[in-house]
C-alpha cells in the first residue's frame, strides 16, 4: 500500500491512516495485553476522532490474524463489508467505519 500517518497515540498505542486509491485504511499497534485502561483511552480518542471525520475508514483482516483482531475492529465500530482477494491470491475481509459525518 502506501505510507502511514499516525492520527491518534496513547501510551502503548498509536492508530494511523493509510491512504490507498480510494480508500483510507486505518492501522493500530497496539502493546501485546493491552491494559482495560488503555482500551478505554483508545476508545474515547477514536470516538472523537470519529466525531469530525466525514469519510469512511476501512480496515482488512486476514482469517489467519487471530479472533482478537475481529474483536477490536467490532469494538471500534467496524462493520464486516465484504470477502476479497489480496495481490498475494491469500483472502482478506475488508471492514469498514462508516463517517457520521458524510450524509
Do not use: Q
Not at 500500500?1 to 502503548?12: A, L, N, Q, R, V
Not at 487471530?66 to 491470491?89: M, P, Q, V, Y
Amino acid at each position: 500500500m502506501g505510507y502511514k500517518i499516525p492520527m491518534i497515540k496513547s501510551d502503548g498505542a498509536t492508530f494511523y491512516l493509510e491512504p490507498y486509491t480510494t480508500y483510507v485504511f486505518v492501522h493500530c499497534d497496539v502493546v501485546d495485553n493491552p491494559s482495560k485502561t488503555l482500551i478505554k483511552d483508545m476508545l474515547s480518542k477514536w470516538k472523537k476522532f470519529r466525531e469530525v471525520t466525514c469519510v469512511d475508514l476501512y480496515a482488512l483482516h486476514t482469517p489467519k490474524n487471530k479472533n482478537t483482531h475481529k474483536h477490536f475492529l467490532s469494538l471500534f465500530g467496524f462493520k464486516f463489508l465484504e470477502n476479497r482477494i489480496a495481490k498475494d491470491g491469500n483472502p482478506v475481509e475488508l471492514w469498514i467505519s462508516r463517517s457520521n459525518l458524510n450524509g
